[in-house]
């Protein structure tokens, strides 16, 4: 019923930029946040960036602030992530996620109540 799709991952060079999208279907009305969280090989799972679904408001983790934005487009029932500046250490798998409480500031300690089958960015040379 619930359902999260991601795509827009691949490879891309150091410096250079990708664009990742997530559709959620089953959740038009009820959500409250969503966002993107990431596992890179040999870590566990960390938060990247979030948006509150009604005012706009974005959440970032100090390693993607200023290169990372977040956004959501409500008609869509879609929310994207924009990288630029990639870094090698930005390689991981990419997972969206809905939260149907928490908001943007919550979502980085409480995380998400669902999640997409994620999508792999991987940045090198």
């Known amino acids: 019923q619930v359902q999260l799709v991601e795509s827009g991952g691949g490879l891309a060079q150091p410096g250079g930029s990708l664009r990742l999208s997530c559709v959620a279907s089953g959740l038009s009305r009820s959500k409250k946040g969503m966002g993107w969280f990431r596992q890179a090989p040999g870590k566990e799972r960390e938060f990247v960036a979030a948006v509150s679904w009604n005012d706009g408001h974005t959440k970032y983790s100090d390693s993607v602030r200023g290169r990372f934005t977040i956004s959501r487009d409500k008609d869509e029932n879609t929310v994207h992530l924009e990288m630029s500046s990639l870094r090698r250490d930005d390689t991981a798998v990419y997972y969206c996620?809905?939260?149907?409480?928490?908001?943007?500031?919550?979502?980085?300690?409480?995380?998400?109540?669902?999640w997409g089958n994620g999508t792999l960015v991987t940045v090198s040379p």
């Open positions: 996620g809905a939260a149907l409480v928490m908001g943007a500031e919550m979502i980085p300690f409480y995380g998400m109540d669902y």
